[in-house]
C-alpha cells in the first residue's frame, strides 16, 4: 500500500455523462498531482495541487476539472465524457509544490466509457 | 489482468541475467531523473532517482546512469527476476519552472524463467 488511496477502482460510464475521481494523498503530503494513462499516451500529467491552490495545469481538457479541499484530499471531475476518455486515472502525491523529490503513486481508477 | 495495454517496445531476458532499459530525453534543462515500475493492475513505484550533478547511483539490485551530453538516462537490473517484470517508465524533471514529472513512453520487460 503506497499511502495514496484513489477511489472507485474501476468505474464504468455512457458518453456524456459526468464522473467524480477522488484521491486521498499520503498523510503528511500537500500535492496532489492528477495523470491520465491511456493507450497511446503513456502517462500525461493533467494537473497538480498544492495545499488546496492550483500549481501547474498540464494537457487538461476543458470539460475536466479537479480540486482540492481543506483536507487535502482531491476529487477529479470529468464530464460530457467521451469513448476516448476512457484510461486509467492516476492521482500521486508529494510533501512540497516542486517533484524534484519525486512522488508516491495511488493504484488508479479506470475508466471505461461505453 | 489490469494491463494498461500500451504500445510498449519489450525487453525479454531471461531469469538471472541482466537487464539494461534505457531513455532518452530532450529537455536540456532537466536535471533530475527517476526511474518507476509500474505492475499490472498497479501504480507506478518509485525504483531509484539520480540528479544531474552524478553520472551514477546504485540501489539494490539497481543502478542508473545519467549522460546529460546526450540526454540518455539508462537501468540496470541485475540477476534479474520474475517479479521484475513490469513495464518501466523515465521519468525528468527541472528544479526550476515545471513543477511535474515529464514521463517517458515506457518498456515493458519480460522475464522468461
Known amino acids: 500500500d503506497s499511502g495514496v488511496t484513489q477511489t472507485p477502482k474501476h468505474l464504468i460510464t455512457a458518453t456524456g455523462q459526468r464522473v467524480t475521481l477522488r484521491c486521498s494523498p499520503r498523510?503528511?503530503?500537500?500535492?496532489v498531482y492528477w495523470y491520465q494513462q491511456s493507450l497511446d499516451q503513456g502517462l500525461q500529467f493533467l494537473i497538480q495541487?498544492?495545499?488546496?491552490?492550483?500549481?501547474a495545469k498540464g494537457n487538461i481538457l476543458e470539460r475536466f476539472s479537479a480540486q482540492q479541499f481543506p483536507d487535502l484530499h482531491s476529487e477529479l471531475n470529468l464530464s460530457s465524457l467521451e469513448l476516448g476518455d476512457s484510461a486509467l486515472y492516476f492521482c500521486?502525491?508529494?510533501?512540497?509544490?516542486?517533484?524534484?523529490?519525486?512522488?508516491?503513486f495511488g493504484s488508479g481508477t479506470r475508466l471505461t466509457v461505453v | 489482468g489490469e494491463s494498461v495495454g500500451l504500445h510498449l517496445p519489450t525487453l525479454s531476458v531471461q531469469e538471472g541475467d541482466n537487464s539494461i532499459i534505457n531513455c532518452a530525453y530532450s529537455n536540456s534543462a532537466s536535471d533530475y531523473f527517476i526511474w518507476y515500475k509500474q505492475e499490472s493492475g498497479k501504480g507506478p513505484q518509485f525504483i531509484i532517482d539520480?540528479?544531474?550533478?552524478?553520472d551514477k547511483r546504485q540501489g539494490q539490485r539497481v543502478t542508473v546512469l545519467l549522460n546529460k551530453t546526450v540526454k540518455h538516462l539508462s537501468l540496470q537490473i541485475a540477476a534479474t527476476q520474475p517479479g521484475d517484470s513490469a513495464v518501466y517508465f523515465c521519468a525528468e524533471n527541472e528544479d526550476t519552472g515545471r513543477r511535474a514529472l515529464t514521463f517517458g513512453s515506457g518498456t515493458r520487460l519480460q522475464v522468461q524463467p
Open positions: 539520480i540528479r544531474s550533478n552524478m
Open positions: 500521486a502525491s508529494s510533501v512540497g509544490q516542486k517533484a524534484n523529490y519525486g512522488y508516491t
Open positions: 498523510s503528511g503530503d500537500l500535492s
Open positions: 495541487y498544492y495545499n488546496g491552490e492550483e500549481r
